[in-house]
């Protein structure tokens, strides 16, 4: 069983920056690929950015117009999301996902793809 932990959300003001962790315990994750979703209350969970396992690749939602990174250290935490210039858009709960893959540069953008979650970090975005 993988337990996905997130931390680094919290109150910025707009045009800010906040770093995201995702850790993870019960089984290294060398071998998955991982994911970022974000959801704003009374709105569907969506997708933020993704890294394959060999962190040779990522993809990221139109949205982020090149604020984001993401990255990932399978030696420490299995994914980080550098967030810089944070609007009054940005702000919900982000959950790091992760789904084993056999495909080191298989990039993966559904919510259902996914087969552990973490249990989200909130942002908050102050104008």
């Known amino acids: 069983q993988v337990q996905l932990v997130e931390s680094g959300g919290g109150l910025v003001q707009a045009g800010g920056s906040l770093r995201l962790s995702c850790t993870a315990s019960g089984r290294i994750l060398s071998n998955y690929a991982m994911g970022w979703f974000r959801q704003a209350p009374g709105k569907e969970r969506e997708f933020v950015a993704t890294?394959?396992?060999?962190?040779?690749?990522?993809a990221y939602a139109d949205y982020v117009n090149g604020r984001f990174t993401m990255s990932r250290d399978n030696a420490k935490n299995p994914a980080y999301l550098q967030m810089n210039n944070l609007n009054p858009e940005d702000p919900a709960f982000y959950y790091c996902?992760?789904?084993?893959?056999?495909?080191?540069?298989?990039?993966?953008?559904?919510?259902?793809?996914?087969?552990?979650w973490g249990q989200g970090t909130r942002v908050t975005v102050s104008s």
């Open positions: 996902a992760a789904k084993g893959s056999t495909a080191s540069q298989a990039i993966y953008l559904k919510r259902f793809d996914y087969t552990y």
């Open positions: 890294i394959t396992w060999s962190g040779g690749s990522t």
